[in-house]
């Protein structure tokens, strides 16, 4: 497709359970980002990615929480043993090379019960 | 440490007023600093960008500016719109591939 793909784009879980995000970049680009935007409030960074390695995974907010990115393209998200604290709108984004202009996804709603 | 700061109030004004909003940083020097809409339930949607060696930048009825002795960014919106309501967010450039946001201003313009 033209944009960034997301998927599901609701999730509703129970507490415990692992949940798993897709994220479908702009084809091409190399660097793809993770966010996390609890309600009504900024974008937390979690990770990015340049090509299939990420750099910087210092946004992670737990051990629960790990990503990965094959063929420098599609990227998965995975929470496990989630919690309700993890329930959020989870964005994602790609850009060219890493630098200007990122393209958001419409994001991933996870809710824990 | 790097930090980002928007106004945390939201912003209400009249149509066809100017909109002002503020994007201040501490403690780096961006090379670039972008800015983003973000409306209810979307992702964040680019819509321009300014390098630290450019003063003033326009793209319709938007206008940025980057002071980097202040550093502090200012984002205006003329002849505003009630479409033009939605959150703003900035991005001061941090350094490698890496992009982090401020918290974003809200925007609402009555008609």
């Known amino acids: 497709g033209a944009g960034v793909s997301q998927s599901p784009s609701n999730k509703v879980t129970e507490k415990g359970k692992d949940v798993e995000l897709r994220c479908d970049p702009i084809?091409?680009?190399?660097?793809l980002y993770w966010y996390r935007q609890s309600l009504g409030q900024g974008l937390e960074f979690l990770i990015y990615?340049?090509?299939?390695?990420?750099?910087?995974k210092s946004g992670l907010p737990s051990d629960r929480f790990s990503a990965e990115r094959t063929g420098g393209s599609v990227s998965t998200l995975t929470i496990q043993r989630t919690q309700q604290e993890d329930s959020a709108v989870y964005l994602c984004?790609?850009?060219?090379?890493?630098?200007?202009?990122?393209?958001f996804g419409e994001g991933s709603r996870l809710t824990v019960l | 440490s790097q930090k980002i700061e928007q106004n945390s109030e939201a912003l209400n004004i009249q149509e066809g007023k100017t909109a002002t909003l503020t994007c201040n940083y501490t403690?780096?020097?961006?090379?670039?600093l972008q800015w983003y809409r973000q409306d209810p339930g979307r992702g964040p949607v680019f819509l321009l960008l300014?390098?630290?060696?450019?003063k003033e930048k326009r793209k319709e009825r938007l206008k940025v500016t980057f002071d980097t002795t202040l550093k502090q960014s200012l984002f205006h919106i003329t002849a505003s719109q009630p479409a033009d309501s939605a959150t703003y967010l900035c991005?001061?450039?941090?350094?490698?591939?890496?992009?982090?946001f401020g918290a974003g201003t809200r925007l609402f313009v009555k008609a």
């Open positions: 403690n780096y020097s961006p090379a670039y």
């Open positions: 991005a001061p450039y941090t350094g490698g591939f890496k992009t982090i």
């Open positions: 300014i390098r630290e060696n450019e």
């Open positions: 990615f340049q090509g299939n390695s990420a750099p910087d």
């Open positions: 084809s091409g680009h190399t660097a």
């Open positions: 984004a790609s850009s060219a090379d890493g630098t200007g202009e990122l393209f």
